[in-house]
């Protein structure tokens, strides 16, 4: 599996991002897919999670209420809404695939993992 993700960028706080992965997979809704984030001198974190069906989401604490993941079967993407932006959400966000369709928030659930995507919130 391949993952690319793309729509990072600078945005000042309280503005909105949209986020997304394409992947190249044989059969998408097999996998697991998640977004994680590493801040600057920080360790990667997760961040958001759904199920290969899309029906079960998990998201990070911090996020809940302000970011939206969701997927789109028949075209092998995944998407990372994030509204309300907050100097402290400023990262690189990777997207990951798991071979499992459970969802997950274990970062070692994951096998595959797109290139990172910055994100840049100013205050």
């Known amino acids: 599996v391949q993952l690319q993700a793309s729509g990072g960028g600078l945005v000042q706080a309280g503005g909105s991002l949209r986020l997304s992965c394409a992947a190249s997979?044989?059969?998408?809704?097999?996998?697991?897919m998640g977004w994680f984030r590493q801040a600057p001198g920080k360790e990667r974190e997760f961040v958001a999670a759904m199920s290969g069906s899309g029906v079960t989401t998990d998201y990070t604490d911090s996020v809940k209420g302000r970011f939206t993941i969701s997927r789109d079967n028949a075209r092998n993407t995944m998407t990372l809404q994030m509204n309300s932006l907050k100097p402290e959400d400023t990262a690189v966000y990777y997207c990951a695939a798991g071979d499992s369709a459970y969802y997950s928030n274990r970062e070692s659930d994951y096998a595959y993992w797109g290139q990172g995507t910055l994100v840049t919130v100013s205050s």
């Open positions: 997979a044989r059969t998408f809704s097999r996998h697991r």
